[in-house]
């Protein structure tokens, strides 16, 4: 009798890649980009004001932060794979409840992509600090953006036209996005991730982690890097389209703009040679130098609203390059032990960014027009640049180790 043989890739799913990852990745920046710029238009629509605007991305940014302290504690009831789904179909839902229009739709609808975003993002760098080694981590990360380049760079323009066109499409264009990235994730059969145990005991209050974090100053300073570069695209999102509103550019520059700006993008590969041509700390420093050069820039030249524009779009290219190194830091100094909890909290800046954003923002717009946002944004990113001074010198860079009769490079 012949004997049935079960094909090896059944038996044994082949370790993803990192070409794999970057194409999950990719699939979620067409979810995300092509609504990127239609929220804050549909929002500016639906209340009439900057500071509305801002105090509502506030009460989204707190339930996100909430949720994304709460996965790594969901995780022990609820595998991995399926935390992972359930984002997924958050995304799909946000999408479709969008279309009926209304504001308290729209505002669930950003509150449901919001927090979809930050629980696929947790279970995504915790795949990645899975199947990805620390000296890969780079080539990883640049793979991502290139991959996410073409959601990003035709996302946002996209979204802003077809919402004019017919204001369902950029949402379905969105769900159908969504349920691809969703059948990605399954073929890749990632699983729950490496390091599966059992619980034991009661499952641990999710702030329990936190005191190691602070322990940890490398940490620290890759999570503010994280944050601080996410409040300044937070700032070029949702502030430069009321800026050109406010001053006659048109509603639809802030998408066509962004666009224009994640097209860059598709230099992530050459970006990372820049990169890699000198430490991880001299890449960031320059980076959120000239990016804070770049926003405190526009806001003193806000009397002549097109070169106020122009500079903000200088500084977003900066902040391109600081979303492939400036998170570096923060990756190479997590713990196995600790991938499943470290991520989530990493994942967090996007929250307390989206929270402290348009916290500060809306104090701001108490006492100046929207100019004075983009000038505070410009100083916190000089903060990250003052405290970037502090990391090792060769963070990034092969380590060297003698062996006899040879020097040999090791990760």
């Given amino acids: 009798m012949h004997e049935r043989r079960i094909p090896e890739w059944v038996r044994h799913a082949p370790a993803p890649s990192v070409r794999d990852f970057g194409i999950l990745a990719g699939f979620e920046a067409i979810v995300r980009g092509i609504l990127i710029s239609v929220f804050p238009l549909a929002m500016y629509r639906a209340l009439g004001d900057a500071s509305s605007v801002s105090f509502l991305y506030f009460l989204v940014g707190v339930i996100s932060l909430i949720a994304g302290l709460m996965v790594p504690f969901l995780i022990r009831f609820i595998p991995r794979r399926w935390a992972y789904t359930v984002g997924c179909l958050m995304f799909i839902g946000g999408a479709l409840l969008a279309i009926e229009g209304s504001p308290a739709a729209v505002v669930g609808a950003l509150a449901l992509n919001t927090v979809a975003t930050v629980v696929t993002f947790i279970c995504f760098n915790a795949y990645v600090l899975d199947y990805i080694s620390k000296i890969e981590l780079g080539k990883c990360e640049t793979s991502r953006m290139f991959y996410s380049a073409l959601g990003w760079a035709g996302g946002p323009m996209a979204g802003v036209l077809l919402l004019e066109v017919w204001a369902p499409a950029p949402f379905v264009i969105s769900a159908l996005a969504g349920a691809v990235m969703l059948i990605q994730f399954w073929r890749m059969r990632l699983g729950n991730g490496k390091l599966i145990t059992k619980a034991r005991g009661t499952a641990k209050n999710p702030l329990a982690f936190l005191p190691r974090f602070f322990a940890q100053p490398r940490l620290v300073a890759g999570y503010l890097f994280a944050m601080i570069r996410s409040c300044g695209w937070w700032i070029y999102v949702v502030y430069l389209p009321i800026f050109a509103i406010q001053n ?54 806000a009397g002549w609203p097109v070169a106020a524009v122009a500079a903000l779009v200088l500084g977003s290219i900066w902040l391109i390059v600081l979303d492939i190194c400036a998170g570096l830091p923060f990756l190479m100094a997590v713990k196995p032990s600790e991938r499943t909890e470290m991520s989530a909290i990493y994942s967090s800046y996007r929250d307390v960014s989206g929270m402290l954003t348009p916290g500060v923002a809306s104090l701001v717009l108490l006492i100046s027009p929207v100019a004075g946002v983009f000038a505070v944004g410009g100083f916190a990113l000089f903060g990250a640049w003052a405290v970037a001074a502090n990391l090792h010198p060769r963070l990034g860079k092969p380590r060297m180790t003698f062996q006899p009769g040879s020097l040999a490079e090791t990760g």
């Fill in 248 to 301: 006659g550019l048109g509603e639809q520059l802030g998408g066509i703009l962004l666009s224009t700006t994640n097209a860059t993008l598709f230099a992530a590969p050459l970006i990372l040679r820049w990169v890699q041509g000198r430490s991880i700390r001299t890449a960031v420093r320059v980076g959120f130098a000239a990016c804070g050069t770049c926003f405190v820039t526009a806001g003193a030249i």
